[in-house]
């Protein structure tokens, strides 16, 4: 049997807006666009022009590092325009899609258990599919030229307001199997998947994961951020300098199975509509590429909301008039937290969140929180506080890592374990910062730093 791990530290912010078990499909937008700034480090060319017609799942623009790196469209329609910025840098290609019948580039329908390793990459690569599976350390989209010491697949989320992953793959068991053999090809048996421990929280059925050894099947137990990929990967396998580990999403596993089963890029997500500013929260079935007024509408409950494309600790600020990003799951909406509040901190806050005792919310350990997006405070002097230790179940030292990497030292970066982290990983260190530091984007430019220099 695979390892039992219980997370003792971390926490689980309790929010209003979870969304309900019911999915529906969105229509088209009247225009897609594909970001480029969807992809860390990605130099994009554009292969198509204006005016052309496109099939799905054909290549719109490659990396010009790395020219088998190619972004599909996921729709068959006419290249609308190239919307460039400054230095003529790419920012959105945009289509206008088919409205009647999506038009598909064909690939053969295969048993991915049956394809070699070498043909089942090229096939990956050759549809655009590729694309979602990522590397750690760096999280970018993983070099085909190396091989992983093993593959990681997270089957449950614990973030705020997550989408239940088992609900997700539940609408398709037999693409997200075929994606799971083709994973098993691609790891040579090193696959490695994430589960609840406990039965009551479990919403996947596993009878999706046979052909998966039980010694490569893992329980996990506890608060947030059980369910992060880099914490399972530290549990289970930990990085070293040198190595590779490859992470999927489940719903990409989804796309995956579709590849070979189907034999085309579908690349339709479901999507969980989530927060206390949305009437009823649920899930959609839609590409990414579409707009996000497609999503929210008339589903708002308020005006002044922050739209987020991802969870309120880690997702990006987006609007109704954004696209739906490439790897987005899930879209947020929160009220805005722009309005002075009278006395503050000094109010008893019986419905206000805390992780110390400074309210007696602590009291409600259970209690659901209607959170805005006021952070109480501004940037201060960075110091030893101890917070970090108690929400990140990692063995490393986070606020000496964090300086480290301020000081752009890369030997002690490499000690304090800088191969083994994400931005994610370091999420709920950022919520609870008295000093309110920006981790995620120290990690992130940590991250940036050691692999250009490093």
């Known amino acids: 049997m695979g390892k039992s791990i219980r997370i003792r530290r971390g926490y689980d912010i309790r929010l209003e807006g979870s969304a309900e078990k019911t999915s529906s499909a969105l229509p088209l937008s009247d225009v897609i666009a594909l970001k480029p700034s969807d992809f860390p480090s990605f130099l994009p060319k554009v292969l198509v022009s204006p005016g052309e017609e496109i099939l799905a799942g054909q290549p719109v623009f490659f990396d010009k590092d790395r020219p088998n790196l190619r972004i599909c469209s996921p729709v068959s329609g006419e290249v609308a325009e190239v919307v460039r910025g400054e230095k003529r840098q790419i920012l959105e290609v945009r289509i206008i899609p088919d409205r009647e019948t999506t038009r598909y580039l064909e690939f053969p329908k295969q048993d991915p258990a049956g394809v070699s390793r070498g043909d089942l990459l090229q096939r990956l690569l050759d549809s655009g599919v590729w694309n979602y599976i990522r590397q750690r350390p ?14 990681f697949v997270s089957c449950f989320d614990s973030a705020p307001l997550a989408p239940s992953l088992g609900f997700v793959v539940g609408q398709e068991p037999e693409n997200f199997q075929a994606g799971l053999q083709a994973l098993q090809v691609l790891a040579n048996g090193q696959l490695h998947l994430g589960l ?3 039965p009551a929280d479990a919403d996947l059925d596993e009878s999706v994961l046979r052909g998966i050894p039980p010694e490569h099947i893992h329980r996990f137990s506890g608060p947030h951020p059980a369910g992060n990929v880099g914490i399972q990967i530290h549990h289970i396998s930990p990085i070293q300098k040198g190595e590779v580990v490859w992470v999927v999403h489940p719903q990409d596993v ?3 199975g579709r590849l070979f089963r189907e034999g085309r890029y579908r690349a339709q997500r479901t999507i969980a509509l989530t927060g206390s500013c949305v009437a009823r929260p649920q899930y959609f079935q839609m590409l990414a590429g579409q707009r996000i007024s ?11 909301c922050r739209i987020i494309q991802g969870n309120v600790l880690t997702g990006n600020r987006s ?4 696209f739906l990003s490439f790897y987005t799951n899930q879209v947020t909406v929160i009220p805005e937290g722009d309005q002075p509040e009278f006395l503050g901190w000094l109010l008893p806050g019986f419905k206000k969140l805390s992780l110390s005792r400074t309210y007696f919310s602590w009291l409600a350990p259970n209690r659901v929180y209607r959170l805005d997006t006021n952070t109480h405070g501004e940037e201060r002097a960075f110091v030893m506080t101890g917070q970090y230790d108690k929400v990140l179940p990692m063995d490393i030292f986070p606020v ?39 981790v995620q984007k120290i990690v992130a430019e940590g991250l940036d730093y050691i692999r250009k220099e490093g």
């Open 319 to 322: 609007s109704a008039d954004d």
């Open 254 to 256: 989804l796309v995956i």
């Open 294 to 304: 497609d999503l929210t509408g008339a589903r708002l409950q308020a005006d002044h």
């Open 138 to 151: 760096y999280g970018l989209i993983a070099d085909p030229a190396d091989v992983p010491k093993s593959i």
């Open 196 to 198: 609840r421990a406990d």
């Open 400 to 438: 000496h890592l964090l300086k480290a990497i301020l000081a752009r030292d890369i030997e002690r970066m490499e000690q304090l374990g800088i191969y083994e982290i994400a931005e994610e990983d370091f999420a709920l260190c950022e919520f609870v910062c008295t000093s309110k530091i920006e």
